[in-house]
Nanobody, 122 residues
Framework: QVQLVESGGGLVQTGGSLRLSCVAS????????LGWFRQAPGKEREFVAA????????YYRDSVKGRFTISRDNAKNTVFLQMNSLKPEDTGVYYC???????????????WGQGTQVTVSS
């Protein structure tokens, strides 16, 4: 069983920054990839970024490239999402999720955190 706990969300103005954290337990036995997704009201859940635990290879959706950075601390079983130059369209509930392979689709991610709200005001 993998447990994922997110933190770090909040309210920020356009252009501001937030750093999300996701602490994973049991990941070595159940997942090789940690992904971040977000979901805005009335919209489908969408891929934001992902990272492999072993070599730290990262992947991003196009709209966050150059603004968001995903990283991991293997000793602490924690993945971070540094979000800079935030825009109102970045608003949503952000979830971290565990998968065995890299994928941009939510399906296949077996374990999910409870989510953390990010709100960017204009």
């Amino acid at each position: 069983q993998v447990q994922l706990v997110e933190s770090g969300g909040g309210l920020v103005q356009t252009g501001g920054s937030l750093r999300l954290s996701c602490v994973a337990s049991g990941r070595t036995a159940n997942g090789n990839v940690l992904g971040w997704f977000r979901q805005a009201p009335g919209k489908e859940r969408e891929f934001v970024a992902a990272i492999t635990w072993n070599i730290g290879r990262s992947y991003y959706r196009d709209s966050v490239k150059g603004r968001f950075t995903i990283s991991r601390d293997n000793a602490k079983n924690t993945v971070f999402l540094q979000m800079n130059s935030l825009k109102p369209e970045d608003t949503g509930v952000y979830y971290c999720a565990s998968n065995r392979v890299v994928s941009t689709a939510p399906i296949g991610y077996e374990y999910w955190g409870q989510g953390t709200q990010v709100t960017v005001s204009s």
